[in-house]
């Protein structure tokens, strides 16, 4: 069945880094686009960061300009965030997604906390 498993999340100080990597399985995962979103606690889910089906074109929302990098690796059925200059304002629960067509999954979800 389709699954989407991230890893990588966890504690940072504020200015450090994390890779999150989130494994896919269960569909042509080089067909998708794939996202990574994030829900603060009492906020609504935004979309952090967007990379075509290709890897072509890459997509921001404007508060992680410059610090996060999304990437993919088709042969490894892998999406990745790498999120450098961490803000306590970037603490979350960050989600993947993909998206085909009608076809929409995500993820369970990987906290992600930046605390001094």
């Known amino acids: 069945q389709v699954q989407l498993a991230e890893s990588g999340g966890g504690s940072v100080q504020p200015g450090g880094s994390l890779r999150l990597s989130c494994l896919a399985s269960?569909?042509?995962?080089?067909?998708?686009?794939m996202s990574w979103y994030r829900q603060a606690p009492g906020k609504e889910r935004e979309l952090v960061a967007t990379?075509?089906?290709?890897?072509?074109?890459?997509h921001y929302t404007d508060s992680v300009k410059g610090r996060f990098t999304i990437s993919r690796d088709n042969a490894k059925n892998t999406v990745y965030l790498q999120m450098n200059s961490l803000k306590p304002e970037d603490t979350a629960v960050y989600y993947c997604?993909?998206?085909?067509?009608?076809?929409?999954?995500w993820g369970q979800g990987t906290q992600v906390t930046v605390s001094s």
């Open positions: 997604n993909a998206r085909y067509l009608i076809n929409i999954y």
């Open positions: 990379i075509r089906s290709d890897g072509t074109g890459t």
């Open positions: 269960g569909f042509t995962f080089n067909y998708y686009a």
